[in-house]
């Protein structure tokens, strides 16, 4: 008996999703973290990405089970193509598992070489099969994030919780590849700080096609751009929200209630919860490198993004007005000033800072909603932690997207890029100009000093 903690098995009996499918794996002693990778059609990515894992330190390889979970819907809903890959990797996994690495690669084949590497790094391995006759993914729900929380539910009965080191949940996606100290980076900084959840440092591997090089670094400039802009405005969510970025506890995970099971941002909504718990850390001394690719798979996020670019079909080069920065910054202070007040003095002073701002919480019904939260949330500190589990993640982007549709377009990006640089008295040493827009190694420039600034 591995003496699983009682939450955790309070979450097993109650969440966890049960069901029958394959799961091939060898010994599970020993292990304190496991890597869950959603896969679909995924055979050449998925073995670099491991193979980008297995050069990881042997003590930390030793202690560290990768789950892979295959998945794919039924046939008529998925491909025969998608299928018939997964079939592949399915096969070369299960070698791997059992110790014959020739069982379904060609001597010619470069995953045969990626797989020598895993095969004598000890890297261990598990497959989760969602993609075979009978196990395949429902039709509806059946996407990243249930693939993840498969995986992800699974980890948490392997654990050796009889060992004193902290366990972890690390998620990462079939085409993202890691640095050699990814895992110990990782575990040095939960170890040494303490986090109940973080996320690690990324960067889009580049491309040689220079309109995908383009194409990535203006919708990186845009992801980075917002999570500033909340920094900026003191938000507690200033984090990115990149499932292959994310690491958690198997307590946090398990208090959170698990992964959910959308299609797309999975990831936005799991961080979104696990921050309500406390603060989301950032794991800066290690980077993952997802792709860059396009791709139709998911109805938003990189890959459609890639597309949209590609295919012109509007400006991409615009961001948030930074005013949109500025009052929220302000409505953050205020709550954190004066947010013992009553409800309508908090809408008064909300209508001085901008009257939209009023009007989106009248929509959100904060006359009524801010009166229980007062009645159950006497000391300050509570009372601060309740108003930012309601005005979360979510609501703060709701509000970006409802100042932005009702009174404050988006900017050019550079020139909006300039506005939040002075609000925020950071002199940037790119000079950014219209012509930026047209030049990559400038647009590369910035995208570096936002980096930096992470």
């Known amino acids: 008996m591995k003496s699983i903690p009682a939450s955790i098995q309070q979450y097993l009996m109650r969440q966890a999703r049960h069901d029958r499918r394959e799961f091939v794996v060898g010994s599970c002693n020993g292990i304190d973290q496991v890597v869950v990778i959603p896969a679909l059609a995924e055979r050449e990515a998925l073995f670099e990405t491991l193979h980008s894992l297995s050069v990881n330190p042997p003590s930390e390889l030793g202690r560290t089970l ?26 070369i996994l299960r070698s791997l598992i059992h110790g014959d690495v020739h069982a379904a690669c060609t001597p010619a084949d470069a995953i045969e070489q990626q797989s020598r590497q895993i095969r004598s790094s000890g890297l261990r391995l598990a497959c989760l099969d969602a993609s075979s006759r009978g196990m395949e993914m429902p039709e509806k729900g059946g996407g990243v994030g249930l ?48 986090p109940h959840a973080a996320v690690v440092r990324y960067a889009h591997r580049p491309e040689d096609d220079p309109a995908l090089q383009a194409a990535i670094c203006c919708y990186e400039i845009f992801l980075r751009y917002y999570v500033l802009g909340l920094r900026f405005a003191g938000s507690p969510y200033a984090f990115h929200t990149i499932g292959s970025t994310m690491v958690c506890t198997p307590e946090s995970y ?8 959308r299609e797309a941002a999975e990831d936005f909504y799991f961080l979104d919860k696990i921050a309500k718990l406390g603060p989301v850390a950032l794991i800066d001394s290690a980077t993952v490198y997802p792709s860059a690719r396009p791709s139709r798979r998911v109805p938003f996020g990189t890959g459609q993004r890639m597309i949209r670019f590609l295919e012109g ?13 500025r009052i929220l910054k302000r409505w953050l202070e205020t709550m954190g000033d004066g947010g013992r007040q009553e409800a309508q003095v908090i809408l008064t002073v909300a209508a001085r800072i901008h009257p939209l701002l009023r009007s989106f919480l009248d929509l ?9 939260i007062r009645r159950n949330h006497h000391e300050p500190d509570a009372l601060a932690r309740q108003f930012h589990v309601w005005f979360d993640g979510f609501k703060t982007m709701k509000l970006v997207h409802y100042l932005t549709e009702n009174g404050f377009p988006r900017c050019e990006m550079f020139a909006a890029l300039k506005d939040l640089f002075e609000m925020m008295n950071f002199h940037c040493p790119v000079a950014m100009s219209e012509k930026t827009r047209s030049n990559l190694d400038e647009q590369r420039q910035v995208l570096n000093v936002l980096k930096m600034m992470q």
């Open 254 to 261: 398990a208090a959170v209630r698990g992964m959910n099971r």
């Open 66 to 91: 990768v789950i892979c979970v295959i998945n794919n819907r039924e046939e008529g809903l998925a491909s025969p193509q998608d299928i018939e890959n997964n079939r592949q990797t399915m096969t």
């Open 313 to 325: 079909r509007q400006n991409e080069y615009l961001l948030y007005n930074p005013e949109v920065f």
């Open 147 to 194: 693939a993840r929380k498969l995986g992800l539910d699974r980890a948490l009965s392997l654990f050796d919780y009889r060992s004193p080191a902290r366990k972890l949940l690390f998620n990462l996606d079939a085409d993202t590849w890691v640095e050699t100290h990814y895992l110990s980076a990782v575990r040095r900084f939960f170890e040494d700080r303490k």
């Open 364 to 372: 959100n019904r904060f006359q009524e909603i801010w009166p229980r």
